[in-house]
């Protein structure tokens, strides 16, 4: 339900499908359409009746009547006839609300907090910069300290608000503008005052550049002897970055992060950049924004930081975001304070939505619940559509190779799985970087913990391979990836994966030796033998354990341990071979640490055919 006294107007232009009034109109000499009309539609807006437009059509060959629609060029061709011009205007399909290009009127548009991100080389003290600034007890602030990590933050100088991204640095920042999310208003470059210039330097560079956002300088660790702010200002004309005093349009701050020396003046600057911006919103209409960062909470389920990019956002409001929707349960602020309102730039956290969306996806507030749902299926019904468009129906590699080198191949689609968050973001964008002007690589979906099944069943729905980093299938779902003839490469070395899949790419392929696994036995009991170390009373689930061969050790998923198998004994006495569905004493060369419920696959390396 609509809530009462809520006076906010809809993002979405509504088209009324029975009055042509809103959709084909004359406007001051021009015919404004927004999609297909009949000829008795066209005669009525044009005051022309319906057999001139017929007898017009007829005598340029073309036979139509009163009830047919006429495309677009048409339509254009009779405004022009009649003396009218023309203009065909997009309507936004309410699900695709990112394309909505939001019309404010003046008087609605309200001055907002400027959306700063901190870019810079590594170890140039871009994480004390954001310390330096969240803690300090800037005056005129209501709160204290930050009780929550939401992945954003506001501090008030002078009265007036500035919104910080938590996550410094140029790849968060180019990942979000990937997804088609600009959230930085403006960009602050640290620079150490003692290092100079340095390679991530001139990356962040070119990243706010790309993105056209503005660049404050931040010459930091001010306090260092070797401290050259004139050195650092020269080296970074080289790259365009012109200092306000040798005429360009650079600010540059002298800091020390560490020291909290010059932080006013920074913000100061950030609050003058902001003004020249003239960032403006409309508070008055329903809430749209992006995605910061969610995850699932193991008690309140979703969660999700939201920056307000306009309009306002209430708690208990119906929203949309990515394919996910649900009603605002609780919204708060890196205080833990509880909102009502969220106005724009400010980042929120909140729980409420039926799944957990992707940092960079959008998000968009609607007047009621009916509506929400109904967009949240369209949109989870388009993305499936798109995922089955891009099914190239590669699921392995020899596909892989094969399609390439007839040339029918344009797209690879990889699952990646890798065993840390940070490992899968560095693969992912490896893998991306090696698409070319024929073949793109489409890594759709990139997370860390163990492959499971979820992973084989998108990775046959997309055809896509998939690519284990330091992480493992157990049995089961290696048995259902061999069903679903889904083909999982697994790797230790970044390097070694990111070759394969560019050796792919090139058509090459090589006589290579992989692993044959020959089975898998899990943990149930430990035991400590003094003298010989740990035991591992095990069950063989899957295929058979050798005593030969090499071995490795599973945890959730994850390799922990990989050497080989010491001794393998059935009671008291040394086998060569454990089959599946018996018990056996593991004792493995050289690692003690194992843990019940672990995983020990033994495999061999074997010439591929
Ligand atoms: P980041 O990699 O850019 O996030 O850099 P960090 O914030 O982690 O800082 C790297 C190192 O520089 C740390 O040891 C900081 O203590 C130090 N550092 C940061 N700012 C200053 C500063 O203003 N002066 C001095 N002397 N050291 C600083």
């Not at 009324?16 to 005669?43: P, Q």
Request: aromatic residues 6%; charged residues 30%.
């Amino acid at each position: 339900m609509k809530k009462k006294n809520d006076e906010r107007v809809s993002n979405i232009k509504q088209v009324d499908s029975k009055s042509n009034k809103d959709y084909a109109k004359v406007n001051g000499g021009v015919f404004v359409f927004t999609k297909s009309i009949t000829v008795g539609e066209l005669a009525k807006s044009l005051n022309v009746s319906a057999s001139d437009i017929i007898k017009k059509l007829f005598l340029k060959g073309k036979m139509v009547n009163i009830n047919q629609y006429l495309d677009d060029d048409t339509i254009g061709e009779l405004c022009l006839e009649f003396g009218y011009d023309f203009k065909k205007e997009e309507t936004v399909n309410e699900e695709d609300f990112e394309k909505l290009t939001f019309e404010d009127k003046k008087e609605d548009l309200e001055e907002r907090p400027p959306v700063v991100t901190i870019m810079g080389h590594v170890d140039h003290g871009k994480t004390t910069l954001i310390d330096a600034i969240r803690n300090s007890n800037l005056a005129g602030e209501e709160y204290g300290g930050i009780s929550q990590e939401i992945g954003a933050y506001q501090k008030s100088y002078k009265g007036k608000k500035i919104t910080f991204i938590d996550t410094p640095g140029h790849k968060a920042f180019s990942a979000m503008r990937m997804r088609g999310a600009s959230v930085t208003d403006i960009v602050v470059l640290v620079v150490a005052a003692d290092d100079g210039v340095m390679p991530q330097t001139i990356e962040a560079i070119d990243h706010a550049k790309a993105a056209k956002v503005p660049i404050i300088v931040a010459i930091n660790k001010m306090d260092m002897p070797g401290a050259d702010p004139e050195k650092v200002i020269n080296e970074l004309m080289k790259y365009d970055i012109i200092a306000e005093k040798y005429g360009g349009e650079n600010i540059v701050c002298e800091i020390s992060a560490k020291k909290k020396i010059g932080i006013d003046n920074l913000l100061e600057a950030i609050l003058l950049e902001a003004e020249m911006l003239e960032l403006r919103a409309n508070p008055k209409r329903y809430a749209y924004g992006t995605v910061l960062e969610a995850n699932l909470d193991k008690g309140e389920g979703a969660k999700a930081t939201l920056l307000v990019q306009n309009g306002t956002l209430y708690s208990s409001d119906y929203i949309v975001c990515g394919t996910s929707y649900g009603k605002v349960r609780r919204m708060t602020n890196e205080h833990s304070q509880i909102l009502k309102e969220a106005t724009p730039s400010t980042p929120v956290s909140v729980i409420g939505l039926s799944e957990v969306p992707q940092a960079g996806d959008h998000f968009m507030a609607f007047p009621t619940e009916k509506q929400a749902k109904e967009i949240a299926s369209k949109r989870q019904l388009k993305k499936l559509e798109e995922e089955r468009a891009s099914n190239n129906g590669v699921t392995s590699l020899d596909d892989l190779y094969k399609k390439i080198n007839e040339g029918s191949l344009t797209q690879i689609n990889i699952v990646l799985k890798t065993d840390t968050t940070g490992s899968a973001e560095a693969c992912k964008s490896s893998l991306e970087k090696l698409s070319n002007d024929q073949v793109k690589v489409n890594v759709i979906r990139a997370a860390s913990g163990g492959i499971t099944e979820s992973d084989i069943l998108l990775a046959k729905a997309s055809g896509a391979l998939i690519y284990g980093f330091n992480v493992r299938p157990t049995g089961l779902v290696r048995k259902k990836a061999e069903e679903d003839k889904v083909e999982i490469r697994l790797h230790r070395i970044i390097y070694a994966l990111i070759e394969e899949v560019e050796d792919a790419i090139n058509g090459l392929t090589k006589k290579e030796e992989v692993e044959k696994v020959a089975g898998q036995a899990e943990v149930r009991n430990i035991f400590k033998v003094s003298k010989v170390g740990t035991i591992a009373g095990s069950y063989v689930t899957d295929g058979e354990i050798h005593r030969d061969g090499l071995c490795r050790v599973i945890r959730d998923g994850v390799i922990v341990y990989e050497g080989k198998i010491e001794t393998l004994r059935r009671f008291k006495d040394d086998v060569k071979v454990v089959n599946s569905g018996f018990e056996c004493g593991i004792k493995i060369s050289n690692f003690n640490d194992v843990h019940e419920g672990d995983i020990i696959e033994n495999y061999e390396m074997v010439e591929k055919e």
